[in-house]
């Protein structure tokens, strides 16, 4: 499972985001993971299309996507020398896919502020600039290795200079990793850089808050193509201990949003560049999520590995197709299933049975 963490400021409200992503709603399955760790858990990913195929199928039981969230602490100024838990907390980042970045708008006396006072833009900055620090140091040290053979004319050793080279400029004048061109981040990817991450920022505002601390993130998001979600975090995670009826009445009165955490549990699953695929076996629907790209043979494996090393054939219809056939024997008649080999790659919305041999 691909994880997704949570970065930021202390006091930013993580923990908080954690709590509330981690449960939002208690898994119907078991997961094939288990930690000791209380900073990692399970956030359930929404998906509408599940009830839908439940209905279609006469499913019992609903499955769905799943993704692994890890609150990461730790992070202040100087982290990249070290400072604070600074080597922790940048090892524990470069284990993950994507990132939330966890900033801190609303004000309170009592919660204290690292630097002084919340000051949105401001505290991005220092968190950037601790990762693109600390990515620079890396592709330093990556060219003190490269440069020696660089030297004697080796053409790989070159083509990774040339590619250091132009990291290290972008890194230096404040551009993170994931804005380099597209070979140049493929070289660099062994390095797994801290700022080549795709990353989201969870706005963390007073109740009913959205002042010009907000708009000016948003801007900055909007220039970097970076998504955004505001959310009061505190009362996300005070309003998932309410009766659902109360929950939305107190939604009505304080002006919230519907579904802030599913948005921000969407945001990360996008990040991560997962594309879902159903299946309707055994009166239960499942949601699983696979990177885009993935072949048919490599997602029966995501199910079980069986499946992926007996692969014979994968019958796929689309999720709108069988919704509109109504049923998979309607679906058939309509023409609307294909049967797909083992170079097929699996698309958002498939609803798939494997065929396989034991
Ligand atoms: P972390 O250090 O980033 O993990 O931050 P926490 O999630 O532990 O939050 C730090 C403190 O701020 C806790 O006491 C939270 O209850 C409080 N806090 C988090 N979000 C909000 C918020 O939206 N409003 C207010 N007033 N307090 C919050």
Redesign the pocket.
Known sequence: MLSVGIV?L????????FRALTRARVPVAPYPFTTVDPNTGVAVVPDDRLDVLARIAGAERVVPATVRVV?I?GLVRGAHRGEGLGNRFLAHVREMAALLH?VRA?H?PE?AHVEGHPDPLRDIGVVETELLLADLETVQRRMERVEPRARTGDAQARAERAALEEAARALDSGRPARTLPAGVREALRPLRLLTDKPVAYVV???EGQSDGAVQAVRALAEERGVPVVVA????EDELLDLPEEEARAYRDVAGLGEGVLDQVVRTGYRLLDLVTFFTTESREVRAWPVPRGTRAPQAAGAIHSDMERGFVRAEVVAFDDLVRAGSWEAAWQAGKVRLEGRDYQVREGDVITFRFHV
């Not at 202390?10 to 985001?17: D, I, R, V, Y």
């Not at 009061?232 to 009362?235: D, M, R």
């Open positions: 930021g202390p006091n930013a409200g993580k923990s908080t985001l609150d602490a966890v609303f309170h919660v963390n505002v007073a009061c975090l505190k009362v």
